[in-house]
């Protein structure tokens, strides 16, 4: 995270996925890569924000963020295979650690990236660097926490 | 979507481009890479009825170098800055910028004359060729003139270009050996136009001391004399103290009072002289 302007870097991503017995394990990594990849859009970059009076303020791709090449980490696969008692060959179902993870993770990532700061948690998609920007600003100008007052929960 | 219907003229010389360009019946828009008016034509933002194409016209592509300067034909793209087929005066830094501009295949057909004469703020060469110290050569009905860029550009999309003038070449002044660049650009997603830019140039063999915050939602916020930045006059070395607070009063002065835009812009300028210093 960079702390001035607020912009997020993936450094590193990684992703295990049990999908019992592989069938096509290329079109099983292919369906993780573009599912992290729309996961990475969501956590960082998509969003269709609305000013008062209702008019949309991402109308076209210039506005509308879509992670390219340049956003989209080399992603780690690995596979676990546990087989399924329940089906034919033990096959399970595959690519939800694709799109479902990375606003999680990648938000997680920064909040623990925030920490230090005792900034408060980031719950929000996209991670704008406006957002990131604006819980580090709060976080330095916290108060000192105050001491419970006597005979009160604290 | 598609442009609506337009006639296309190609001519072999610049005095047919301005006999085209300064009639009043017809609105006319001049073509050189495309890189720009592809997309708007393609979404109608421009709908013009003549497009002139400027591309077959030799004196546009041609460079000339003196003890002072080269002067750039307005069809030179970026690419050829980036790949040094244009003699370089400027010490690496205009090859650098170039490299960061868009993306490769933009960069082989889009033209540094081009750049200036659409004026998008958040073009790099609007900022970086102002803090370079840069003029524009413009030739019209009336003969030629010369312009500061920083004095073309008079707003967004906006040139001081009058009806049948043409951007027919960049001056860049030769920076000294000692001279001082640093270029910065904050963008959420590369390749894409900046939403903030800094620039320096330190040359005190030259006495100029030039900063340049660019891609503000306007013109660029020109520091001709850029030791103001740092509370004193200039000297030999760069120094050592930004003075973030002046450049922050500025940009709100100048409009920019969103806290977020006027931080990055101060860090886009602060890491520019960090990169100066470096260098």
Redesign the interface.
Known sequence: VDP????VEILDYVIVEDGGKLVNPMVVDGQIYGGAAQGIGTAL?EEMPFDASGQPLASTFADY?L??P??VPNVRILHMETLSPYTEFGVKGIGEGGAIAPPAAITNAVNDALRPLGATELLQSPLT??RV??AI?AAIHLPPPQAPLAGKIP | MKPPRFEYERPADLAAVIALTRREDIAVKILAGGQSLGPMLNMRLVQPDVLVDITGIPELKRVEENADAIIVGACVTHADIEDGRVPDVTGGALPDVARGIAYRAVRNRGTLGGSLSHADPSADWVASLAAIGASVLIRGPAGSRSLAVEDFVTGVFEVALDPGEILEAVRIPRLSRSARWGYYKICRKTGELAQAIGAVLHDPERSAFRAVIGATESTPIVFSDAASLFGGTLRAGLPAAFDAGAAARVLSAAGMTDPYDNQIHVVALKRAIDRARLA
């Open positions: 001035e302007i607020g912009n970059y963020l992670p390219g340049t956003e660097p406006r920007l604006a600003a």
